[in-house]
C-alpha cells in the first residue's frame, strides 16, 4: 500500500538556519506529493504540493521537488524564521484511487529560536 | 467565517460515556472526513464521505459512527469511550474525492478521556 515515511523529529534550528526535512515515500503508480502545516492549535494546512515527476512547489519560501528516481519529495527552506516553528506533514494521494484520501507521514516537529 | 468548524474544541469525559463532535464546512464541498492524531503526531483517516455516502471506513472500531445529515455536515458519534480515544480529532473537506484535491482542516477536537 501508500506510504510515507518522513525523518525523525523534533528539529531544533537557529533563526535564519536552512531546514531540510526528509520525505520518501512509496505508492503504486504516480502519487500527488504534499506538504501540510500545522500551527500549535490548528488545524493542518496545505503548504505546497506536485503532481507529476520533477515538479516542483513552493509557498513562503518553502520548496520541495519530486524525484521519481529516489522517491524523495525533501521539504527545504533557505533561512528560517521563528514564525516557521510548526509540525510539518509529508503526504501522498494515489493518482489512480478516488476513493483514498491522503496518506500522511507521522509529522516533523520544527522549532525555531531567535 | 471559519471554512471548516468543529465544536467543542476541548473534550473530557469519562470512560464508558458517550459523546459527539460536530463538524461544519462552508465550501461548498462534496467530500468530507474525520482524521485522528495520537499523541506523537501520527495522523491517520478514519472515515470519508462523498455526498452523504461513505466512501471509506478504515479498521476503526464500530464505537465511532460518522452521521452525515446533509453534505455540508459530518458528525462523529462515540460510544462507550475508552482511555485509548483520548486524541486530537479533525475534520476536513474537499471538493470532491479526486486525489489531488487540496484538504481544508477544522482546528481539532481535543478528546481526553479519563
Known amino acids: 500500500g501508500n506510504s510515507v515515511t518522513q525523518m525523525e523529529g523534533p528539529v531544533t534550528l537557529s533563526e535564519e538556519a536552512f531546514l531540510t526535512i526528509n520525505c520518501t515515500y512509496t505508492a503504486t503508480g504516480y502519487p500527488s506529493l504534499f506538504w501540510y502545516v500545522q500551527y500549535p492549535g490548528e488545524g493542518l494546512q496545505l503548504l505546497l504540493k506536485?503532481?507529476?515527476?520533477?515538479d516542483k512547489g513552493s509557498n513562503k519560501g518553502f520548496e520541495a521537488t519530486y524525484r521519481k528516481e529516489t522517491t524523495s519529495f525533501h521539504l527545504e527552506k533557505g533561512s528560517v524564521q521563528v514564525s516557521d516553528s510548526a509540525v510539518y506533514f509529508c503526504?501522498?494521494?494515489?493518482?489512480?484511487?478516488?476513493?483514498?484520501?491522503?496518506?500522511f507521514g507521522k509529522g516533523t516537529r520544527l522549532s525555531v529560536i531567535a | 467565517d471559519t471554512a471548516v468548524s468543529q465544536t467543542p474544541k476541548y473534550l473530557v469525559t469519562q470512560m464508558g460515556n458517550d459523546k459527539s463532535i460536530k463538524c461544519e464546512q462552508n465550501l461548498g464541498h462534496d467530500t468530507m472526513y474525520w482524521y485522528k492524531q495520537d499523541s506523537k503526531k501520527f495522523l491517520k483517516i478514519m472515515f470519508s464521505y462523498n455526498n452523504k455516502e461513505l466512501i471509506i471506513n478504515e479498521t476503526v472500531p464500530n464505537r465511532f459512527s460518522p452521521k452525515s445529515p446533509d453534505k455540508a455536515h459530518l458528525n462523529l458519534h462515540i460510544n462507550s469511550l475508552e482511555l485509548g480515544d483520548s486524541a486530537v480529532y479533525f475534520c476536513?473537506?474537499?471538493?470532491?474525492?479526486?486525489?489531488?484535491?487540496?484538504?481544508?482542516f477544522g482546528s481539532g477536537t481535543q478528546l481526553s478521556v479519563l
Open positions: 503526504a501522498l494521494s494515489g493518482r489512480n484511487s478516488g476513493n483514498t484520501p491522503l496518506v
Open positions: 506536485a503532481t507529476k515527476a520533477d
Open positions: 476536513a473537506s474537499s471538493q470532491d474525492r479526486t486525489p489531488n484535491e487540496k484538504l481544508f
